[in-house]
């Protein structure tokens, strides 16, 4: 489902002067959400992008401002099949397919994790989350496949997120990235933000500013002109392993934002038809937030990352 959006067209008003305030006297948005959707590219003077909010604007500028529709405040119930790893009153644990979206959020409005779970689960999740995100205690990418465990009762919730947050929890991912790692094992460190020039993108910034991440890696096994291996995560920061794996020259395969696919793997890639990142998060641990009971979980590579694997075996 495309994002749908309300186009305000206009022209700038007598007054002229710095550009949000002229649009907002002219549209009837608020000043904030002007720059905003600046921000987001969704602004135009005489046909090109307006990013610059200070800007001294001429009156009878034509102007073109593409609102996106609002999101349900809601999701809801909706019949899509999940793998259920476990499941008792307080938490479930689902096994991800890959080009399933966790939450509902412009553009995928529907049809992701959190439709089917509130389906499964008769609407009895955690409400931590607000309404559009009931149960989520963290996520992974869309297009990453593998392990999730999400919250049915807020006491759950409270117990995983302090989990998550002093770094208690163990999660380990199967990745196959480019070239052969040297060391064959090693840990990256490096703060993840905002990319200073596409904030669509995550990257490595300096200390202070973003977040820190600690990725642990191992070889698993060598493959031609590529590596399977286990990333262990001290953090979960968004993106991390593919921006880490990246940052030290061993982005994963066919990953679309972080790293390129070698010209001598591209064939297969293409064969095979695999056209997400090779990221699958393949095991999960902690302490269970109300039995306190050690609890570990494992899930098996999924059938287009092992057909990759299997055709660049030396």
């Known amino acids: ?39 987001e590219g969704r602004v135009t003077l005489s046909g090109k992008p307006a990013a610059q909010a200070s800007l001294k604007v001429e009156p009878g500028t034509p102007f073109a401002i593409a609102v996106p529709a609002a999101i349900p405040a809601e999701a809801i119930a909706q019949d899509i099949p999940l793998n259920v790893v476990f499941e008792d009153e307080y938490l479930i644990i689902v096994d991800k397919p890959s ?29 931590i989350g607000g309404v559009a995100r009931p149960g989520i205690v963290h ?11 999400v919250a049915k009762t807020d006491r759950a919730h409270e117990g995983l997120a302090v989990q998550f947050a002093d770094h208690s929890i163990e999660r ?10 040297i060391p064959v094992s090693g840990t990256v460190t490096g703060s993840i933000g905002r990319s200073n020039t596409n904030r669509k993108k995550m990257a490595l910034v300096e200390e202070g500013r973003g977040k820190h991440a600690v990725t642990h890696y ?11 291996v286990e990333c262990r995560l001290e953090t979960g920061r968004t993106h991390q392993v593919r921006v ?45 937030p109300v039995t306190g009971e050690t609890v570990r979980f494992s899930s098996p590579l999924p059938d287009d990352m092992r057909a990759l694997i299997d055709e660049l075996r030396q």
């Open 1 to 39: 489902m495309g994002v749908m959006e309300n186009i305000i067209e206009g022209t700038i008003g007598e007054a002229g002067g710095r550009l949000d305030k002229a649009l907002a006297e002219a549209s009837g948005l608020s000043r904030e959400r002007i720059k905003a959707l600046m921000g």
């Open 244 to 288: 880490h794996m990246s940052s030290i020259g061993h982005s994963l395969l066919g990953d679309p934002v972080y790293g390129r696919t070698p010209p001598a793997i591209r064939p297969v890639v293409q064969r095979l038809g695999f056209h997400r990142q090779a990221l699958h998060a393949a095991e999960l641990g902690f302490v269970h």
């Open 139 to 149: 996520r992974i990418d869309k297009d990453t496949s593998g392990l999730l465990v």
């Open 218 to 228: 191992r070889t698993i096994e060598a493959l031609k002109g590529a590596t399977l």
């Open 172 to 181: 380990a991912y199967r990745a196959i990235v480019a070239g052969k790692p």
């Open 99 to 127: 080009g399933l979206v966790v939450h509902p959020a412009a553009g995928n409005l529907d049809g992701t994790l959190v439709n089917a779970l509130l389906h499964h689960c008769r609407g009895q999740l955690s409400g």
